[in-house]
């Protein structure tokens, strides 16, 4: 059954770049609460430490497709050497902004600088395989796999940071990102043979990313996801919160998250003869039917099945869109692409979470999950009136090319 995982691990250097980007990305899941629980350990406040959060994830969001058009043109290890030096230092001056009580303006900007270098670990990871695997089939298990890699850190990475600021030392969490961005770096940026060389300067049209209809689409629908995403975990705390059992919110969480896992295990193992974006529309699909079940919830028991069904649909559906982008994007920009759907399931869970904080105090967590349903609707409803757009022999940059071409001549 798992023998598409053996034949891609088994290709040359696969398997080392692929566990050295898992270590390397850890601060996806455990970077941005890490600093909510360190700054709220030592200042005791809430609110300044949502306020320096959401700076940290605002500004990553922005900068990862910067720094992702930039390793396109110079290659990875040129580029984010320097940038994971940076950002390694600014993390130290934001843990010795806080504990020296250093003017607040610039917690913020260590923040922000620590958001701006992250990177987008995952699309350089993407890159590398997309540059690696010799046919559609590997790199769709391949991308199977990297998804189950980061639903692996999203199962463990918050419980480790949350045992690590809040039992041995507050910056714990934010000094175990640091030292695993660390090691995976090293690990991965000297690991050249598989890296995908620098696109080197040529008169060929470069394509732009929001120009193609169809990335455009995967963008816009990858936010309505996020939003999904960052309402369901702040609705999950409320909602056991409210029954009196905040405790096991992280149990929730963790069903939420080992659902998408399994089911992205399972994906990659088949050998799917459907069209790519076919799949993608059915899966966004099934998240958006899933995600209006949870308001038949009325204990954590069957909040918790509910979420593990909804977390079974949310890997498929997040292959299927890096899928669709590395059959759509401009080979010239292909990292970028990738760095565009982390941005936009950023922004979407930032702005998830917010909205549906607002909403919890208001009216409760039962109301807020009208927001997560909303939003997957919204977004499959664009998927799937749009997936025409979604076609490569439609959209690609190939077959954009050509109909220049032959409406020229």
Not at 26 to 47: D, K, R, W
Not at 90 to 116: C, E, K, P, Q, T
Not at 130 to 150: I, R, Y
Request: proline share 5%.
């Amino acid at each position: 059954m798992f023998n598409n995982y053996r034949e891609i691990l088994s290709l040359p250097g696969a398997l080392k770049f692929s566990l050295a980007g898992l270590v390397a990305r850890m601060p996806i899941a455990v970077l941005g609460l890490g600093i909510v629980l360190f700054i709220q350990g030592v200042t005791g406040s809430y609110g300044l430490a949502g306020i320096v959060t959401a700076v940290y994830m605002i500004v990553q969001a922005i900068a990862g497709p910067v720094i992702a058009r930039l390793v396109d043109r110079r290659g990875q290890a040129t580029v984010m050497v320097p940038i994971v030096i940076i950002h390694l230092a600014a993390l130290l001056l934001l843990i010795l902004s806080v504990y020296l009580d250093w003017w607040v303006g610039f917690v913020f900007l260590f923040a922000g600088i620590g958001g701006a270098t992250v990177g987008s670990v995952g699309s350089l990871v993407r890159s590398r395989w997309s540059h690696l695997v010799g046919s559609p089939k590997q790199l769709q298990t391949a991308f199977s796999w990297e998804s189950v890699a980061d639903e692996l850190l999203f199962v463990t990475g918050p419980v480790l940071a949350t045992v690590l600021a809040t039992a041995v030392w507050p910056p714990a969490g934010v000094i175990f990102s640091m030292i695993t961005t660390a090691v995976g770096s090293v690990l991965l940026y000297i690991q050249k043979s598989t890296e995908p060389p620098p696109i080197e300067r040529s008169t060929e049209p470069k394509g732009h990313v929001f120009s193609n209809p169809g990335i455009f689409t995967i963008i816009i629908v990858n936010v309505f996801l996020g939003v999904n995403f960052g309402a369901i975990d702040v609705i999950a705390v409320a909602f056991s919160d409210e029954l009196g059992l905040k405790p096991l919110s992280g149990v929730l969480l963790s069903a939420f998250a080992l659902g998408s896992l399994i089911s992205g295990a399972l994906y990659g193992a088949r050998s799917w003869s459907s069209a790519t974006h076919h799949r993608f529309g059915v899966t966004v699909s099934l998240l958006a039917i899933g995600t209006c079940t949870m308001l038949l919830a009325e204990g954590m028991m069957s909040f918790g099945i509910i979420l593990f069904c909804v977390g079974f649909t949310i890997a498929p559906s997040l292959i299927g869109a890096n899928s669709v982008i590395e059959q759509l994007a401009p080979p010239r920009r292909l990292t970028e692409a990738f760095a565009w759907l982390g941005t936009s399931l950023g922004f979407g869970v930032a702005f998830g979470s917010a909205i549906a904080g607002s909403i919890i105090d208001a009216h409760g967590a039962k109301s807020a999950m009208l927001l997560p349903a909303g939003c997957a609707l919204m977004g499959a409803i664009l998927a799937v009136s749009l997936l025409k757009l979604l076609n490569p022999k439609r959209s690609s940059h190939e077959a954009r090319l050509s109909r220049k071409v032959s409406l020229k001549g």
